[in-house]
């Protein structure tokens, strides 16, 4: 079993910046990618970015592309989400996400098998 503890949510006004932190803990050895997703009050929780954890290739949605970068540290077993240039839509749950998987889709949530509680950002106009 992977724990996943977010942090680093909150308000902001647009055009400002946040960063996230997501804690693993547990049987982190097995962790092959981690990712972010979000979720804005009534939409589905959709894809932000992943990071595959040993080569750190990354991957975004489109909408984040170019103002957010995710990043890992693998020795402090720490996921990060720099969030830059931040817009109203960006407000929403933030939730990181784990897997052990060998083969995923980096944008599927079924093939994630951790989650953590998520974290709320919120972003005013």
């Known amino acids: 079993q992977v724990q996943l503890v977010e942090s680093g949510g909150g308000l902001v006004q647009a055009g400002g910046s946040l960063r996230l932190s997501c804690a693993a803990s547990?049987?982190?050895?097995?962790?092959?990618?981690m990712g972010w997703f979000r979720q804005a009050p009534g939409k589905e929780r959709e894809f932000v970015a992943s990071?595959?954890?040993?080569?750190?290739?990354?991957y975004y949605a489109d909408s984040v592309k170019g103002r957010w970068t995710i990043s890992r540290d693998k020795d402090k077993n720490t996921l990060y989400l720099q969030m830059n240039s931040l817009k109203p839509e960006d407000t929403a749950v933030y939730y990181c996400?784990?897997?052990?998987?060998?083969?995923?889709?980096?944008?599927?949530?079924?093939?994630?098998?951790?989650w953590g509680q998520g974290t709320q950002v919120n972003v005013s106009a």
């Open positions: 990071i595959s954890w040993s080569r750190s290739t990354t």
């Open positions: 547990g049987r982190t050895f097995d962790i092959t990618i």
């Open positions: 996400a784990a897997s052990s998987r060998f083969t995923f889709t980096v944008n599927t949530q079924g093939d994630y098998d951790y």
